[in-house]
């Protein structure tokens, strides 16, 4: 496979999306912020090790490694919207520990065309909460769709190694979004994935994109 310049290989995370199969080729990363050095170039992120590595500056043919997929950057907004065919939820608020910089992306189009969104904010460089942890890093994947079952819109933690990360799936109109978000630093031994400044944080975008959506 050829990977153009503008492109990113991404690491699945490990928690089912759920989404009527809408979302199966949809990907996330942790961590990650999308600067000017990386537009000309793809990266590799899998949640299960901490190395985010240069894989090559686009244009080289190589076999993906399972659980990754090629996503496109975008500049903004309306180029989300003509990748996906839908306007990007972007949120009105967000944590005072996530920079405010929109960051889109979209897979590339399946079988039938259909291309998954995503919308990233970086974590503040710099900025830690309780406890000395950092983030959240938030990436919204979104597509249009029905929820499929199971979708409960439930705070989970996405099972990765010691990653201390934590999604919801949301239903906003006609969009199906997963909500997920990453703090740092992994989890040593004996220390919980998930702490209480944890669960308050996420907890509350997660109910203020509700908000947002009507709901």
């Known amino acids: 496979m050829s990977v153009s310049p503008g492109m990113s290989v991404l690491a699945e995370p490990r928690h089912p999306l759920r989404l009527a199969g809408v979302l199966a080729a949809s990907a996330a990363a942790t961590a990650l912020v999308l ?45 989300f919207r003509d990748a996906t065919g839908f306007k990007p939820l972007v949120p009105k608020h967000l944590p005072a520990t996530t ?16 291309r998954v ?7 503040k460089k710099d900025a830690a ?13 979104e597509a249009k769709g029905a929820p499929g079952e199971g979708i409960d819109e439930e705070l989970k933690r996405i099972v990765a ?4 990360a934590v999604a919801a799936t949301i239903v ?7 909500v997920q978000l990453y703090f740092g630093p992994d989890a040593a031994v004996g220390e919980p994935f998930v702490t209480p400044w944890m669960t308050s ?14 709901g």
């Open 161 to 164: 190694g010691n990653a201390r």
């Open 35 to 79: 600067g000017a050095a990386l537009a000309a170039a793809y990266i590799v992120r899998d949640l299960r090790g901490d190395a985010v590595a240069p894989a090559a500056t686009g244009g080289a043919d190589f076999a993906l490694p399972e659980g990754m997929v090629v996503v496109s950057l975008l500049d903004d907004a309306g180029d």
């Open 172 to 178: 906003c109109g006609d969009l199906v979004v997963d």
């Open 129 to 141: 909460g309780e406890g000395g942890i950092t983030g959240p890093t938030i990436v919204l994947v």
């Open 201 to 214: 944080v996420a907890g509350e975008f997660v109910d203020g994109l509700r908000e947002q959506c009507g």
């Open 117 to 123: 969104g995503q919308v990233r904010f970086a974590s």
């Open 99 to 114: 920079d405010d910089e929109p960051h889109y992306a979209a897979t590339q189009p399946d079988a039938r065309g259909v």
